[in-house]
Nanobody
């Protein structure tokens, strides 16, 4: 079992930066692929980025490539999302997700555990 809690969301102006954190509990965190998804009002949850358990493999949505960076610290049971050059269209609730095993999915239904989410609002 893995419990996830996101933090770091907030209100930022366009062009600004935020760093989201996801704290995980559970002894098998280091063996989980991790991902970030987001959901804007009236829209479906969409994939943002995922990272393998070792951190050696990452996969980004085209909409965030070059602006967002995912990283993880298995010693701290944490995964991070550095978001730069934020745009109003990045406004959403951001969710951290975990999946047991080495495979790095990009589809929400393939993740086993989810956090409650943190709101990110980018003003124009």
């Amino acid at each position: 079992q893995v419990r996830l809690v996101e933090s770091g969301g907030g209100l930022v102006q366009a062009g600004g930066s935020l760093r989201l954190s996801c704290a995980a509990s559970g002894r098998t965190f280091s063996k989980n692929a991790m991902g970030w998804f987001r959901q804007a009002p009236g829209k479906e949850r969409e994939f943002v980025v995922a990272i393998s358990w070792s951190g050696g493999t990452t996969d980004y949505a085209d909409s965030v490539k070059g602006r967002f960076t995912i990283s993880r610290d298995n010693a701290k049971n944490a995964v991070y999302l550095q978001m730069n050059s934020l745009k109003p269209e990045d406004t959403a609730v951001y969710y951290c997700a975990a999946r047991s095993g080495a495979f790095v999915p990009t589809i929400a239904t393939m993740f086993d555990y989810w956090g409650p989410g943190t709101q990110v609002t980018v003003s124009s």
